[in-house]
């Protein structure tokens, strides 16, 4: 059974989370980064904050730390209302349980420019996401945006692109 839970998140916004109260914590954990990035997508920073725990950390793509949810959810508002943001497409490698409260989770990731299909190889990423349970909900406790490079291994930059374009 997984509830429709209707919550009020830090910032005042309703909200509503398909996370199960007392379920598989791995699928607990995947639809949490899942709702994540699909909240990028839809460049909902309220939504995409609301993610967070209170005190959780956001690494973005070019390093900048954001801590906390007021300042992840002002900060994405700027970003979303200034700039035309690309579209995540995204493959969850693993996700391990470290104890019955926290759990991190791996996955590569790309993105397509506004108004394309095709991958830039020059903004994948490899993200890292440590995931708490708090109160009853699995919340995001830090997450990391690390750009895939791989310097001096073009095959390997090739082969994630290739492997994200085959999700679009």
């Not at 910032?11 to 709702?35: D, H, K």
């Not at 070019?62 to 002002?74: F, K, L, P, R, V």
Request: hydrophobic residues 40%.
């Amino acid at each position: 059974m997984n509830p429709r839970l209707n919550l009020t998140d830090k910032l005042g916004t309703r909200i509503y989370r398909n996370f199960p109260m007392q379920s598989n914590r791995e699928n607990a954990v995947r639809e949490l980064y899942q709702a994540l990035l699909r909240s990028w997508n839809s460049r909902d920073a309220n939504k995409f904050a609301a993610l967070f725990m209170k005190d959780g950390i956001c690494v973005g793509f070019d390093g900048t730390e954001y801590c906390g949810a007021e300042e992840i959810a002002s900060a994405l508002a700027k970003i979303f209302h200034d700039h035309p943001v690309a579209t995540y497409v995204w493959k969850i490698r693993d996700t391990k349980q470290i104890d019955d409260h926290t759990a991190i989770l791996r996955a590569v990731a790309g993105m397509t420019p506004p108004g394309s299909r095709s991958i830039k190889p020059d903004r994948n990423v490899i993200h890292l996401l440590v995931a708490r349970k708090h109160e009853g909900h699995w919340l995001i406790a830090s997450y990391q945006n690390t750009p895939a490079r791989y310097d001096g291994r073009p095959e390997a930059v090739e082969a994630l692109t290739a492997e994200l374009q085959a999700l679009v």
